[in-house]
């Protein structure tokens, strides 16, 4: 059995753009409504424009818990929640400030946390929650541990979540090296030293798509026998 998306509302976060946008995507073309979140209005308008009547945008900043409660309390009921809006600092225990070593659980670890938080009186008896991790919780690509640390942490919160909300289900994503949106906006120096790593250590040899990660989000959404479950959607990197 699987949950039908159409005439379901599910709830992008970071959805302007990339892996949220091409989730967006899918859903709008299996019958959803969807209601997009993110800090850039100039990105959200360009989505809903793409994406037609189906779609609807409005700003939010995960970081702003006010920012958060406003975006939810405009929406009736939430069927299924994404999140991949998240800043922060990659860099070595040794090196790194404290307050830059806090930032990957600042924003993607208690930024999720949030957003769940207020979506929860809107969440529907069987609705579906994916977290956002990366593969670099079970397999370091580098001297990179605080960042390590909060993708554990976040599949940590999927699997208590998922105990907790139960019948909601909770599970988690872990995506490998992407190519796509987020690492076109890095110095290519570090976007080609990233991808020969993967194309290296993945079992597959190659970094994925915002599409087939995309794909993967939406198995979760629907598979209506999968909860506190991570799923890696990363090539093989953590098999090696």
Request: glycine share 10%; net charge negative.
């Amino acid at each position: 059995m699987t949950f039908a998306l159409r005439d379901r509302t599910v709830v992008l976060i970071g959805g302007g753009s990339g892996i949220g946008l091409a989730v967006a995507r899918l859903v709008v073309a299996e019958g959803a409504r969807v209601v997009l979140g993110g800090r850039s209005q100039e990105r959200l308008d360009g989505a809903v424009a793409e994406l037609g009547p189906a779609a609807t945008a409005r700003t939010v900043d995960t970081a702003d818990p006010e920012s958060v409660g406003a975006f939810f309390a405009g929406i009736d009921a939430v069927d299924a929640l994404f999140t991949t809006a998240a800043t922060y600092t990659v860099g070595s225990f040794r090196d790194l400030s404290v307050e830059d070593a806090r930032s990957p659980f600042e924003s993607k670890f208690w930024g999720q946390y949030r957003v769940v938080k207020a979506a929860l009186p809107k969440l529907t008896a069987d609705a579906a929650v994916v977290l956002t991790s990366g593969a670099a919780s079970v397999r370091p690509a580098g001297p990179a541990a605080p960042y390590v640390a909060a993708n554990a942490a976040i599949e940590g919160l999927a699997r208590g979540l998922a105990v907790e909300l139960a019948p909601v289900r909770v599970t988690a994503i872990a995506p490998g090296t992407v190519d796509g949106n987020l690492w076109a906006g890095r110095p290519p120096e570090v976007r080609d030293a990233a991808f020969a790593h993967i194309e290296r250590e993945a079992v597959l040899g190659r970094p994925g798509t915002e599409e087939e990660i995309a794909a993967a989000v939406v198995h979760l959404f629907t598979n209506t026998y999968t909860t506190g479950s991570t799923l890696y959607v990363d090539g093989g990197y953590a098999l090696r």
